[in-house]
């Protein structure tokens, strides 16, 4: 990818929260970039287990961890994400514009309207084996946190940064269950708060798969094609 091409929005991580995230912002045509430590989607579940079944995601009586994020990036290859790999997020900044300049170990910037910080319990860092997890430079992030995540509001999960927003395992809120159903819950309330940021003035409305031929058709243009 071009790692200096700006984006809508920025999500720090790419697991399976930050992946459904990606489909979620897309049904608004907000375009996505990824950044992930890993040299492939997935975070936890790709590297912890990937084999493990998983039994608690709707719709699925099992389902391994491989198999889970294969099939969510199907589900967003509509959307065309940016995916960046082999790199960490080392920091952002507001600009007088209020975008942000999101900054990584390998030297790239993003510009982003938005960011989403979906890093999970920590930062996966290559190393002889399998990589270890580590907290990496987001407990130094100028954000209100507990011990190991960032506290949000429980309607929009956004940060103590507006504009910043946190789900999956790196938010925390009154209730928080870490369980990735109730991140997809989280990414799906926090799309809606974003959609509000992207198109201020209710110039966009909520969107359903099932009732709009426009999103309709462009996933399953987009299926038939892969095909």
């Known amino acids: ?12 991580g790419a697991g399976p929260v930050a992946l459904f995230a990606v489909f979620q912002l897309g049904l608004y045509g907000l375009k996505c970039t990824l950044v992930d430590s890993l040299h492939r989607a997935g975070g936890q579940c790709a590297v912890l287990y990937p084999d493990k079944p998983i039994y608690d995601v709707p719709g ?8 889970l994020t294969a099939r969510l990036l199907e589900q967003i290859a509509p959307f065309a994400p940016r995916l960046h790999f082999g790199t960490t997020v ?5 600009q007088p514009d209020g975008r942000f300049r999101v900054t990584m170990t390998d030297g790239a910037a993003i510009g982003a309207s938005v960011v989403v910080i979906a890093s999970g319990l920590g930062t996966f860092v290559p190393g002889e084996g399998e990589p270890s997890l580590e907290a990496g430079p987001a407990p130094g992030w100028p954000l209100e946190r507990t011990k190991d995540a960032f506290i949000v509001d429980a309607e ?3 940060t103590s940064q507006p504009g910043v927003f946190a789900i999956g395992d790196a938010c925390h809120y009154p209730g928080k269950l870490r369980l990735i159903l109730s991140g997809f819950h989280e ?7 974003v959609r509000r940021i992207s198109f201020p003035g209710g110039r966009t409305a909520l969107a359903y798969t099932t ?3 426009r999103l309709r058709k462009k996933i399953e243009g987009a299926v038939s094609s892969q095909e």
């Open 211 to 213: 009732s709009s031929s």
């Open 156 to 158: 929009r999960f956004e």
């Open 1 to 12: 990818m071009d790692a200096g091409a700006d984006t809508d929005v920025i999500l720090v």
């Open 187 to 193: 990414a799906a309330l926090m799309t809606q708060a």
């Open 60 to 67: 699925f009586p099992r389902i391994d961890g491989l198999d």
């Open 90 to 94: 080392t920091g952002f900044a507001q």
